[in-house]
């Protein structure tokens, strides 16, 4: 299927490794300009070089080593590409841990990363979707949105409150072929999935292996998600075909979620 996206213009955060790298992927993938912002040079510079191997039609792509969730990280993103298309909002999320243990500042940083960040570029980039008449905003989020995991009381939160905003603005702008939805990861083959699993390991006493057998016997699929697959997801997301789908919230964790709604 053609996405019929070819020739627009991306701005993709944190797509240096895991799900932000595969929506980048995807993109060029389709003739898609990306712009990829992550903070990691070295890592930023490999994704780019991938991204030019696959990009079709010459279309050209670049990369902004920023860090996405302060003001001169965001400014120096849309200073490279101030006219997105299509915006996938993503940032590392907060770290594990009890919630006796986090401060005030713990949750104003969670915050800012993963509700207030994707909420500024949003405000920054959506007038002008709306002006030429196509825009596709895609967040990626969390599964724990739907079903919490306790050790990620601040992504819980933090993330929860971004949805809340995305209902409410994603029906005001579809009527002008914008849309914005979220996608909901599960157990992806990621560095922060990594980091979970180990912290639940820690706090039930167990190895990191006994942990991520416990995540997987939870999993229908029966495996963790690629995030070329992910990237997949975010493409529809983001084709001409999908300006009748948005304010979602879209899971993908192999079944894991065991509710009907």
């Excluded at 080593?65 to 940032?91: F, H, K, M, S």
Aim: proline share 5%; aromatic share 6%.
């Amino acid at each position: 299927m053609d996405l019929g996206i070819r020739g627009k213009r991306a701005l993709v955060c944190a797509a240096s490794k895991g799900l932000g790298r595969g929506c980048a992927l995807a993109l060029a993938a389709e003739g898609v300009g990306v712009t990829i912002v992550a903070r990691g040079q070295e890592a930023l510079a490999a994704t780019l070089a991938e991204l030019r191997k696959i990009g079709a039609g010459g279309t050209a792509h670049q990369a902004v080593a920023a860090d996405i969730t302060t003001p001169e990280g965001r400014a120096a993103a849309l200073d490279a590409c101030p006219d997105p298309d299509i915006l996938v909002t993503n940032a590392g999320g907060p770290p594990p841990g009890d919630f006796r243990d986090w401060t005030r500042e713990d949750w104003l940083k969670a915050l800012d990363a993963n509700m207030l960040t994707p909420i500024e570029l949003i405000k920054a980039t959506v007038d002008g979707m709306i002006a030429r008449r196509f825009g596709r905003i895609v967040n990626i989020t969390s599964a724990a949105v739907k079903a919490p995991i306790d050790v990620l009381g601040l992504s819980n939160g933090a993330r929860s409150g971004l949805t809340g905003f995305v209902a409410g603005l994603s029906r005001k702008t579809v009527k002008y072929n914008v849309t914005i939805n979220n996608l909901l990861p599960g157990l992806f083959d990621t560095d922060r999935i990594r980091n979970v699993v180990g912290a639940q390991a820690k706090a039930k006493g167990i190895d990191y292996e006994q942990a991520l057998a416990e995540r997987l016997a939870t999993i229908p699929a029966g495996r963790i998600g690629d995030p070329a697959e992910f990237g997949a997801a975010c493409a529809f997301l983001c084709s001409a075909h999908a300006g009748f789908i948005t304010g979602q919230n879209w899971l993908l964790d192999g079944g894991a979620y065991p509710g009907t709604f």
